[in-house]
């Protein structure tokens, strides 16, 4: 019997997935009749494809015409557990993957394509076919939880909570035993010398050191459980952003690359003054969430109206049904990028689908903030 809600496009076009391309310049939106792919700096549609039939999910080879493509929605154009490699100059399929199971999500670059199915990770080269280079069972993965970057491919290892990285050079695979409970999310850095890691609890963002592997710092998003839906670093990986289905964005100092210096305030009445709990920070013997880091800087971003059901995703990050072909089941949220190292957007899919624009940096009182610069409604 089939008891998914029936998805009801009659007030617009439904974006059901948003992804980004590895240098954050564009995003791709999946559609019920194909996709389209806008410009991040400002939001404006930079490509759209009318297809016979729905996309779960498209990724961008870079900035050209190739692109990753996953059936998805009422109508799949194509099955779920085929991939589509598709050159849109020619508007043809270069390649296809085929799996015995369906494709949760995928990742892709110039040089690799990572295939990530609900117990295994496969990892291949660039290549008309590609070619097989590695292939790793998980935990259950059905968000799809998986970070490619130049040299390194992150995913969830065989226990809950586990992180393994794949060195794309040389083969060798280093462990990370990052949670007791299950992964919801997880990011590397741009020079791939740091992993941030959220479990399905929301409560705690871990920041490990690679190859170290050691954990560098705790940071707490809040006290109460929350969906973490997106992790990014900064380009110079000196902040880390982290969006959840309380409608906030935390903005977290990160220690510096280079000299290996966490950010200090100049003296203790600074740090006090800085801390969420303030002096009860320092009082010994209360729980540990009046003593942990919290964000430096927050701001509400907005998740979008979306029909009853097809709101925030489950918080399980283990088990999750819904639109068939779409990472998660449920249309993105809160996916964040970083323009800059002083800007940075929020995308949400869905029938409200959003794009918003943030600038980090001096308010006009003189403190450091974060203010939005400006919003849209991309499919209008």
């Known amino acids: 019997m089939n008891t998914r809600p029936i998805l009801d496009s009659s007030t617009g076009p439904l974006a059901l997935s948003a992804s980004l391309n590895p240098d954050n310049s564009c995003f791709s939106v999946a559609l019920e009749n194909g996709f389209r792919i806008f410009t991040a700096q400002t939001g404006e549609l930079r490509l759209a494809r009318e297809m016979s039939g729905g996309l779960g999910s498209v990724e961008m080879l870079g900035t050209t015409e190739y692109l990753a493509i996953v059936g998805g929605g009422k109508q799949p154009i194509f099955p779920q557990n085929k991939i589509h490699i598709w050159n849109d100059r020619t508007q043809k399929v270069v390649t296809t993957l085929e799996f015995n199971s369906p494709v949760q999500r995928v990742r892709i670059n110039r040089h690799y394509v990572v295939v990530v199915l609900l117990n295994s990770v496969k990892i291949y080269k660039m290549k008309v076919p590609p070619e097989k280079l590695a292939e790793y069972e998980t935990v259950n993965n059905p968000y799809g939880i998986c970070h490619l970057g130049d040299e390194h491919v992150v995913y969830p290892g065989i226990v809950p909570g586990q992180v393994k990285l794949y060195n794309l050079r040389n083969g060798n695979v ?176 869905g029938q409200d689908a959003r794009w918003e624009k943030f600038n980090v940096g001096e308010t006009p009182d003189g403190k450091r903030g974060v203010e939005r610069e400006g919003w849209k409604r991309y499919l209008e």
């Not at 740091?194 to 929301?202: D, K």
């Not at 979008?304 to 049904?321: H, M, R």
Request: proline content about 8%.
């Open 174 to 349: 280093s462990i990370i035993p990052a949670h007791e409970s299950p992964l919801r999310t997880l990011a590397l850095n741009r020079r791939g010398t740091m992993v941030a890691t959220a479990s399905e609890q929301g409560t705690l963002i871990r920041l490990w050191g690679f190859p170290s592997c050691t954990k560098l710092m705790e940071f707490r998003r809040g006290v109460d459980p929350a969906v973490i839906f997106s992790m990014a670093f900064s380009p110079t990986g000196k902040m880390l952003a982290v969006s959840s289905d309380k409608s906030t964005v935390h903005i977290f100092d990160l220690p510096d690359e280079e000299t290996g210096a966490y950010p200090i305030p100049a003296s203790s009445t600074n740090q006090l003054k800085q801390h969420k709990w303030g002096v009860l920070s320092r009082v010994p013997f209360l729980p540990r969430q009046f003593s942990d880091t919290y964000s430096n800087l927050t701001q509400k971003f907005e998740i979008g109206n979306e029909p009853e059901g097809w709101g925030t995703a489950s918080k399980s990050a283990t088990f999750n049904a819904g639109i068939p072909g779409v990472p998660g089941g449920r249309p993105t949220k809160g996916l964040v990028g970083w323009l800059d190292d002083n800007s940075f957007i929020v995308i949400g899919a």
